[in-house]
C-alpha cells in the first residue's frame, strides 16, 4: 500500500499564502499521478492541481496563476504554494496518488487525511 501525510494547512488571512506539502510512503513501485484536491463544507471535492511523472500540470480554473503544484520525484513528495489566497479557497485539502504499490500490483487512487485551510476575510 501507499501512504499520504499531508502538512502545512492553517488559519490565513485574505491574501496571504500557504504552502501545503504530501509525503509518499510505503511499498512503492511507482507515483503516475499526485495532486491536490478540495472538499468545502456541503460541495463535492473537486481538483485543485495534477502533476504527472512525465512533469504535466493542470490546474483548476479557480486556482490558475495564483496556486503552483511541485514535485520531488526523487523524495516522492508533491507541494501545492497558494498565494492570493482568498475566502473561496477555505476547504480541506487532500493529498492524491494514482500509485501502484508492489503488494498491490496494480494501479489506484491513494488518499492522505486532508488538511484544514481556512482564509478570514
Known amino acids: 500500500q501507499v501512504q499520504l501525510v499531508e502538512s502545512g494547512g492553517g488559519l490565513v488571512q485574505a491574501g496571504g499564502s500557504l504552502r501545503l506539502s504530501c509525503a509518499a510512503s510505503?511499498?512503492?513501485?511507482?507515483?503516475?499521478?499526485m495532486a491536490w484536491f478540495r472538499q468545502a463544507p456541503g460541495k463535492q471535492r473537486e481538483l485543485v492541481a495534477a502533476?504527472?511523472?512525465?512533469?504535466?500540470?493542470n490546474y483548476a480554473d479557480s486556482v490558475k496563476g495564483r496556486f503552483t503544484i511541485s514535485r520531488d520525484k526523487a523524495k516522492n513528495t508533491v507541494a501545492l504554494q497558494m498565494n492570493s489566497l482568498k475566502p473561496g479557497d477555505t476547504a480541506v485539502y487532500y493529498c492524491?496518488?494514482?500509485?501502484?504499490?508492489?503488494?498491490?500490483?496494480?494501479?489506484?487512487?491513494?488518499w492522505g487525511q486532508g488538511t484544514q485551510v481556512t482564509v478570514s476575510s
Open positions: 502533476i504527472t511523472s512525465g512533469g504535466t500540470i
Open positions: 492524491n496518488a494514482y500509485a501502484t504499490a508492489y503488494d498491490v500490483g496494480f494501479p489506484k487512487d491513494y
Open positions: 510505503g511499498s512503492i513501485f511507482s507515483l503516475n499521478r
